[in-house]
């Protein structure tokens, strides 16, 4: 499981390019949030119908269909980012050194390869379901109220995307870490101890103040 991390900063070319991709990371993340938010509102308007109008909103399980890629994948590249995602860390955590990158660094190219494949796949698939030579450009759309399919599908490659650029610049991160032996590497998740997050913590909590 995933513990508390910290992502240092400097003024290379990889951490700038590591603050460029936050902000889309953090849009991606926000528009799963609204995504999980609207689903809640549309919840609580069909209980209402259903209770005092005996009509429960048209299409409920549709608009559920379509929002699900929004909130289980937009977020995904902002959580690997941070190391927030989830991770078995009992081997990781015994690790250090050159040792930890080399295992990090093959780690984020496994998921590279795999995140490349599903990419094409997920774009593939939108594909299949885009053609605007019907109404809405839809050749796929929801059984109940007809929505149409493509825009949930596009959603997959650009969050997909926006996750291999992430592991892209993980891996120059570790690979950079592992030839020159460095301790604290830039633009990659460091895990803190328990000690440690609590010190970034009360730093927060007295700059609040």
Known sequence: MAGSAAVLEDSSLLSRLDRMLLPIERVCALISGFAIFSLMFLAAISVFGRKFFASPLAGYVDFIEVAMPIIAIMGISYVQRDGTHIRMDMLVSALRGRMLWLFELVSVLLMLVLMGFLTWG????????FDCARPLCSSDSTTDIYIPWWPSKLVVPIA??????RLLLQ?????????????NPVAVPLNLSVAEQAAIEAAAVQGDD
């Open 160 to 165: 997909f995307g926006v996750l291999v650029a």
């Open 171 to 183: 891996a120059a991160g570790y690979g950079r870490a592992f030839i020159y032996g460095l301790e």
């Open 122 to 129: 997920a774009w593939e698939h939108f594909d299949r379901a």
